[in-house]
């Protein structure tokens, strides 16, 4: 069957828009391999995982404004992402890997084992379950990637981007996330990791239970933290070394409920959470303004352009910006400091 086309009756299918020609076609490429049932129960979970804003579109801005409190420094904001996914953007990027690898096993007989990777692009976010029971969200721009023979015994999954991880308990076999040279081991727990390549830093922030963070480099002549619950580790790729911070009371309104908070954060900083999550890119014309801060929350699905008015309308230094395409071009509204 034409791969390509198979796509195109896969998506009015999940979405609820197809015709006979889709449903028999989808069936027989349901029946030519195991692996196809998979990628279509994980397509359908994705498209369940979507939910419609609750707010109308009285008074937005006001709604928008409560929640941004500006400091004397100014700027800051949180950016929010939309959790309804189009099942053409998923075929996209759930992937069942072309590459095999043989693994072996301490018998010496070899094992072919495929990988699968699933890629959330900016502006979504997704929810599965593994084989083990353990529950993901995956934030915008964040890939998962694991081995076929990912069960109960081998559970190891490797991450780029930011996720919240519900790990099903079992004390014989921890749960390992992979980052790059860096590892997280979990006997079972809550927490989530933050881990964007481009960043300087991997946060692992702990909800209940136990992890340990298990670095490649020793640090200080350790190898190993072990995390408390309640609060966050920050490791500096750059420098080599781990710091810990109480996780604010609004870090589990964020993945229970949708509501980001943050305080104090450059616009530097935001500016790099608006690009991942709006795909929008943030110019600033005065140097200035990226390290201006601002505290305050913002709903997920709230609006950029309702989000940047607040930010103009709060702002202590009045600033000013314009949207051209996927830019925004932000800029003080006088050059009294350049």
Known sequence: ???????????????????????????????????????????????????????????LYESVKRRIAVHESSPKQKYSFTTLFKVAAILAVILMSDYMVYMFRGEKKAELVSWQEIVVPRGNRMKLVLPDSTTIWLNNETKLRYASNFSNANREVELSGEAYFDVHHDARHPFIVKIGSQKIKVLG????????????????????????????????GKS??????????????????????????????????????????????????????????????????????????????????????AIRRTSVEPIEYKFNKNII????????RL
């Open 1 to 59: 069957m034409d791969e390509e086309k198979i796509w195109a009756h896969i998506t009015r299918k999940i979405s609820g828009e197809s015709t006979d020609d889709d449903v028999r076609l989808v069936e027989e490429w349901l029946n030519e391999k195991p692996e196809n049932k998979e990628i279509y129960s994980r397509l359908e979970q994705t498209w369940k995982f979507r939910s419609a804003s609750k707010d109308t579109h009285h008074s």
């Open 329 to 336: 071009y932000v800029k003080l509204k006088t050059n009294k």
């Open 224 to 309: 190993e933290y072990k995390l408390d619950s309640g609060y966050s580790l920050f490791y500096d790729k750059k420098n080599n070394s781990v710091s810990t911070k109480k996780i604010q009371a609004s870090y589990y309104q964020y993945w229970e409920n949708g509501v980001y908070a943050f305080k104090d954060e450059n616009f530097e900083s935001l500016a790099l959470k608006i690009k991942r999550i709006f795909n929008i890119e943030v110019v600033f014309e005065n140097e200035f303004l990226k390290n201006k801060t601002y505290t305050g929350t913002i709903n997920i699905n709230d609006n950029i352009f309702l989000f940047m008015e």
């Open 189 to 220: 727990t809550k927490f989530s990791v933050n881990a964007y390549p481009e960043d300087n830093t991997i946060e692992t922030s702990l909800v209940s239970g136990s992890v340990i963070f298990q670095s490649e480099r020793e640090i200080n």
